[in-house]
């Protein structure tokens, strides 16, 4: 009986565009670079899988689930495609989600319920000024705003304005996909000196239908 051929580029090919590919790419990495790349991926996949199954992450008169709950659903799903990934690690305090990897990899996630734009900004200054290191290797994290409101490309546009009122040596743009739920920021980093960039992407968890 003939084996199949199952070479690592037919297994990119084959799965390209799907969970267990993010999760490839990250086993195959040889970089920094390919790292992140392949995290975000598999992060945005867990994010969307929050997204499809809303109506079902209410909680107790549709306020939605509290940002750990929420939080943890994400690092299970992360540490399940084959991440190191954490909830609540001790990195400088308590960090939302941490992922460790090769090569002192560390990537590090602040995750807010979206309640007030203070609120937002704290989760930023934590991950920007208290958590990370902004090392190489280092240098990049997430804010993860839980969007249990209307209208979350609104929400997070205005976000954008109020993290440049609130931090004027922030530097912002657009994402490089065109992903009006996403944006990015730069910024040097007290400790290090180097640039950290830090995506901060909008989960839209609003569920209101009106079929009834």
């Not at 954490?86 to 941490?98: F, K, P, R």
């Not at 992903?179 to 920021?185: K, P």
Request: contains cysteine; aromatic residues 8%.
């Amino acid at each position: 009986m003939k084996r199949p051929d199952q070479t690592i580029s037919k297994l990119r090919d084959e799965y390209a565009g799907t969970p267990f590919g993010a999760s490839l790419e990250y086993v195959l990495a040889q970089d920094y670079a390919a790292r992140l790349a392949a995290l975000q991926s598999a992060l945005d996949f867990a994010c969307n899988l929050l997204e499809q199954h809303k109506h079902k992450k209410q909680g107790e008169k549709k306020k939605g689930l509290s940002e750990d709950e929420i939080t943890l659903q994400i690092c299970e799903m992360l540490e399940m495609a084959g991440f190191q990934a954490a909830h609540d690690t001790e990195i400088g305090g308590h960090c939302d989600i941490v992922v460790k990897g090769k090569n002192h990899f560390l990537w590090l996630a602040e995750a807010k319920k979206h309640d007030s734009y203070d609120w937002l900004n704290k989760g930023f200054q934590q991950l920007s000024t208290r958590y990370s290191t902004g090392k190489m290797g280092q240098d990049h994290g997430e804010v993860l705003v839980y969007c249990y409101i209307s209208d979350a490309k609104a929400m997070l546009k205005k976000w954008r304005e109020e993290l440049h009122a609130r931090n004027s040596d922030v530097e912002t743009a657009d994402s490089s996909e065109s992903n009006a739920l996403v944006f990015h920021s730069k910024q040097k980093h007290a400790s290090s000196g180097l640039d950290f960039h830090v995506r901060h992407k909008a989960i839209a968890l609003y569920w209101d239908p009106q079929d009834k």
